[in-house]
């Protein structure tokens, strides 16, 4: 049976810890939280994974807690989302990292920020029920490109598929969002409707293909986009691709799901949550006799990942260098390193 | 002002009857005693409501048969009675019975907090609002209303031992 391997224990953060970034390229993790820090987490040397040290500490920008972290495509730049309804962007200018910028204009707390593949587009969302879309310009300029306002409720998190300008947001409302552009107008392509609570997190899949979804419901989702004219015979709208859930897993968390995320490398989902638990899950391929109802399971677990304390935020390795790598954050204030060993 | 009041004219209940009385094994410190009903119950009848000089257990918002805990679990289950079906104040009693619970109990005990069921028309909104930590962790930075949450806990350490008179 696989197992996860605790690799390393960072203490440093104040407050609790919201979520956990890595580095597209180096073996760079960013942590934020309660604190109103973001810290910089990197192994002490390439060689022992177990031994690390936080490199830096972002501070003074944010009056509140940082909700979100997140990398550009080069790793250059880091923003950051802040209940004190501001974003910021962060970047290494000499020897340390500034506060290069600062997006305003959500009306209260921001819950999550997300750079495009490319890195031309940045994403925010807030407890104002809005998803914003700002393009990236020369010189840390920001525009604002469309303010998207057809979640009814608090927006807890968006994230942008692997590839192409498609954004997806999820929503204390429980539904979730696609949104595309055309011609320079950003709509909703779809609503995918079938958690009962909060959604907290989303993950595309490498492919972009999948998504998978965790919710206050105590379960994960995995939904597929299937395309008009598709060879299943699934129904579509207005010539826009649909999302239908393909697979639901539950009876696994027994506590709000706050955290998913899709391994680009091998293809597993980690879940944690308020159980205290991480949850690893992978296809089961011998299982699996049709590709519209795929059968998924859990390969392993780690209870009281955190001790008592709830586990916020969860993520993968982005690349092969330590794809068997996992990053969780808990209420404990503490940031851990696991390897899946298999 | 006091046309200005959500519920201008609460009842009012007695509250005599249940004041904990100490176990001999309770005094004794050799002796682990389990968190129960009993002391998380202690732990809020005592709250200020926030627009009456009562406490909650005074006004019935508070009972102890209405408080469900799993030691060995870890859980705690709250149910509370708004005064009124449509209390706009419901939510910030929810809040206060949480924040005292956060304060008190240890770390490892995880807290429901719901309106008993069928005693508020927004039960579901309310309910889903204080079961989100992160809606709580961003109100509790909002100091306007932390104010209010402290003052209405000002008096919880009464543990129903005395009734406050304002």
């Given at each position: 049976?696989?197992?996860?391997?605790?690799?390393?224990?960072?203490?440093?953060?104040?407050?609790?810890?919201?979520?956990a970034s890595w580095h597209p390229s180096k073996t760079l993790l960013?942590?934020?939280?309660?604190?109103?820090?973001?810290?910089?987490?990197?192994?002490?040397?390439?060689?022992?994974p177990?031994?690390?040290?936080?490199?830096?500490?972002?501070?003074?920008?944010?009056?509140?807690?940082?909700?979100?972290?997140?990398?550009?495509?080069?790793?250059?730049?880091?923003?950051?989302?802040?209940?004190?309804?501001?974003?910021?962007?962060?970047?290494?200018?000499?020897?340390?990292?500034?506060?290069?910028?600062?997006?305003?204009?959500?009306?209260?707390?921001?819950?999550?920020?997300?750079?495009?593949?490319?890195?031309?587009?940045?994403?925010?969302?807030?407890?104002?029920?809005?998803?914003?879309?700002?393009?990236?310009?020369?010189?840390?300029?920001?525009?604002?490109?469309?303010?998207?306002?057809?979640?009814?409720?608090?927006?807890?998190?968006?994230?942008?598929?692997?590839?192409?300008?498609?954004?997806?947001?999820?929503?204390?409302?429980?539904?979730?969002?696609?949104?595309?552009?055309?011609?320079?107008?950003?709509?909703?392509?779809?609503?995918?409707?079938?958690?009962?609570?909060?959604?907290?997190?989303?993950?595309?899949?490498?492919?972009?293909?999948?998504?998978?979804?965790?919710?206050?419901?105590?379960?994960?989702?995995?939904?597929?986009?299937?395309?008009?004219?598709?060879?299943?015979?699934?129904?579509?709208?207005?010539?826009?691709?649909?999302?239908?859930?393909?697979?639901?897993?539950?009876?696994?968390?027994?506590?709000?799901?706050?955290?998913?995320s899709?391994s680009k490398v091998n293809?597993?989902?980690a879940?944690?949550?308020?159980?205290?638990?991480?949850?690893?899950?992978?296809?089961?391929?011998?299982?699996?006799?049709?590709?519209?109802?795929?059968?998924?399971?859990?390969?392993?677990?780690?209870?009281?990942?955190?001790?008592?304390?709830?586990?916020?935020?969860?993520s993968w390795f982005p690349n092969k260098t330590h794809g068997d790598w996992l990053a969780?954050?808990?209420?404990?204030?503490?940031?851990?390193i696991w390897r899946l060993?298999? | 002002?006091?046309?200005?009041?959500?519920?201008?004219?609460?009842?009012?209940?007695?509250?005599?009857?249940?004041?904990?009385?100490?176990?001999?094994?309770?005094?004794?410190?050799?002796?682990?005693?389990?968190?129960?009903?009993?002391?998380?119950?202690?732990?809020?009848?005592?709250?200020?409501?926030?627009?009456?000089?009562?406490?909650?257990?005074?006004?019935?918002?508070?009972?102890?048969?209405?408080?469900?805990?799993?030691?060995?679990?870890?859980?705690?289950?709250?149910?509370?009675?708004?005064?009124?079906?449509?209390?706009?104040?419901?939510?910030?009693?929810?809040?206060?019975?949480?924040?005292?619970?956060?304060?008190?109990?240890?770390?490892?005990?995880?807290?429901?907090?719901?309106?008993?069921?069928?005693?508020?028309?927004?039960?579901?909104?309310?309910?889903?609002?204080?079961?989100?930590?992160?809606?709580?962790?961003?109100?509790?930075?909002?100091?306007?209303?932390?104010?209010?949450?402290?003052?209405?806990?000002?008096?919880?350490?009464?543990?129903?031992?005395?009734?406050?008179?304002?």
């Amino acid at each position: 049976m696989p197992r996860l391997e605790l690799l390393a224990t960072l203490e440093g953060h104040q407050d609790r810890v919201w979520q956990a970034s890595w580095h597209p390229s180096k073996t760079l993790l960013a942590t934020c939280s309660g604190d109103k820090t973001v810290r910089l987490w990197a192994p002490l040397s390439l060689t022992d994974p177990t031994q690390w040290q936080c490199v830096e500490t972002l501070e003074g920008a944010h009056k509140r807690t940082i909700r979100s972290v997140a990398w550009s495509n080069t790793g250059n730049e880091l923003a950051t989302a802040s209940f004190d309804a501001t974003t910021g962007i962060w970047e290494y200018d000499r020897d340390n990292w500034e506060c290069a910028a600062t997006l305003e204009g959500h009306e209260n707390e921001i819950k999550s920020v997300a750079w495009s593949a490319t890195g031309a587009l940045l994403a925010t969302c807030s407890r104002d029920k809005s998803v914003w879309i700002w393009e990236v310009e020369a010189d840390n300029d920001f525009e604002c490109l469309s303010v998207l306002q057809e979640h009814t409720q608090d927006v807890k998190m968006v994230v942008w598929h692997p590839k192409l300008e498609i954004l997806a947001s999820a929503s204390y409302d429980d539904t979730i969002k696609i949104w595309k552009e055309d011609e320079d107008d950003w709509y909703c392509a779809d609503t995918l409707t079938g958690h009962q609570s909060t959604v907290w997190s989303i993950d595309f899949d490498a492919s972009g293909e999948h998504l998978v979804s965790a919710s206050d419901d105590e379960t994960l989702r995995i939904w597929k986009m299937y395309k008009p004219n598709n060879p299943q015979g699934i129904p579509t709208h207005n010539g826009e691709e649909t999302w239908k859930t393909i697979c639901t897993l539950s009876g696994y968390h027994n506590r709000c799901v706050y955290s998913v995320s899709w391994s680009k490398v091998n293809g597993y989902i980690a879940s944690v949550g308020g159980d205290n638990s991480v949850r690893i899950f992978a296809k089961d391929v011998e299982a699996t006799e049709d590709e519209e109802s795929p059968i998924y399971k859990n390969i392993a677990t780690e209870q009281d990942a955190h001790g008592v304390y709830d586990i916020n935020g969860v993520s993968w390795f982005p690349n092969k260098t330590h794809g068997d790598w996992l990053a969780t954050v808990g209420d404990d204030g503490m940031v851990r390193i696991w390897r899946l060993i298999e | 002002m006091s046309q200005n009041l959500i519920n201008a004219n609460p009842t009012v209940y007695n509250t005599k009857t249940i004041v904990r009385k100490e176990t001999e094994a309770e005094l004794d410190d050799n002796i682990e005693d389990p968190i129960d009903a009993q002391e998380i119950f202690d732990l809020i009848r005592s709250i200020s409501d926030p627009e009456h000089p009562l406490t909650l257990e005074q006004l019935n918002v508070t009972q102890f048969n209405h408080i469900e805990v799993d030691n060995e679990k870890n859980k705690v289950l709250i149910e509370f009675t708004p005064t009124i079906p449509h209390c706009s104040m419901a939510t910030l009693i929810g809040l206060c019975i949480r924040v005292r619970l956060l304060r008190s109990l240890p770390d490892r005990f995880k807290v429901d907090i719901k309106v008993r069921k069928g005693t508020h028309q927004s039960e579901g909104a309310v309910n889903k609002q204080l079961n989100d930590k992160e809606r709580v962790a961003a109100a509790l930075e909002n100091n306007h209303l932390l104010e209010v949450v402290n003052q209405c806990l000002a008096t919880a350490s009464l543990r129903g031992m005395e009734v406050a008179v304002n």
